[in-house]
């Protein structure tokens, strides 16, 4: 069975860039997986920051990007802010109707 | 604006079955599908299955063999059957609505989630 992976967790400084990605087990991800990417804050919902590699979800701010970098989807965050501080899902398309999120990242921002 | 609500009992004893409904508001179209996923506590995400309006569903092949989704187009309501349920089906289940295209987007509104425990 293939596994999505995330990196578990990941820093960044205040007004900084980070990227965090999502690979797969066993390959490569391409635009075909339409990558998905999801915010949440504890006790809440996720929210749709990205989907189908890099279109923003409206009301998302043009600082979270989305993209293929080398053989993994990558959501890329641009001046970091405190309120940056979350996990974040990715999710990928496996065909026939299946859909496979990744562990996710849990982003400290300090 | 679409809105979901899950709705259902906190509480199901183990090898029962597990009944969950999703009430949407605020319209569909045909575009839409209709997903049920889960978040054991402390834990990440797991997409559960999903049903068209048309009725076609798709489930985690992990879960398959437990899970039903139906939906009632008149009620504005879908369902999540999992039957035979023990302590590590103990999470947040949240529904959320996809939308198919050419930049489908799989997960695009979501409930605010119910915490069902599994428990005697």
């Known amino acids: 069975q293939t596994v999505v992976t995330q990196e578990p967790s990941f820093s960044v400084s205040p007004g900084g860039t980070v990227t965090l990605t999502c690979g797969l087990s066993?390959?490569?991800?391409?635009?075909?997986?339409?990558p998905s990417w999801y915010q949440q804050t504890p006790g809440q919902a996720p929210r749709t920051l990205i989907y189908?590699?890099?279109t923003r979800s409206s009301g998302v701010p043009d600082r979270f990007s989305g993209s293929i970098l080398g053989n993994k989807a990558a959501l890329t965050i641009t001046g970091a802010q405190a309120d940056d501080e979350s996990d974040y899902y990715c999710v990928l398309y496996m065909g026939s109707g299946i859909w496979v999120f990744g562990g996710g990242t849990k982003l400290t921002v300090l | 604006q679409v809105q979901l609500q899950e709705s259902g009992p906190g509480l199901v004893k183990p090898s029962e079955i597990l009944s969950l409904t999703c009430t949407v508001s605020g319209g569909s179209s045909s575009s839409d599908y209709w997903n049920w996923i889960r978040q054991p506590p402390g834990k990440g995400l797991e997409w559960i299955g999903h049903?068209?309006?048309?009725?076609?569903?798709s489930y985690n092949p992990s879960l398959k063999s437990r899970v039903t989704i139906s939906i009632d187009t008149s009620k504005n309501q879908f369902s999540l059957k999992l039957s035979s349920v023990t302590a590590a089906d103990t999470a947040v289940y949240y529904c959320a609505r996809g939308l198919t295209g050419t930049t489908p987007r799989p997960f695009d509104c979501w409930g605010q989630g119910t915490l069902v425990t599994v428990s005697s």
């Open positions: 066993s390959g490569s991800v391409s635009t075909t997986y339409y």
């Open positions: 189908s590699t890099n």
């Open positions: 049903i068209y309006n048309s009725g076609h569903t």
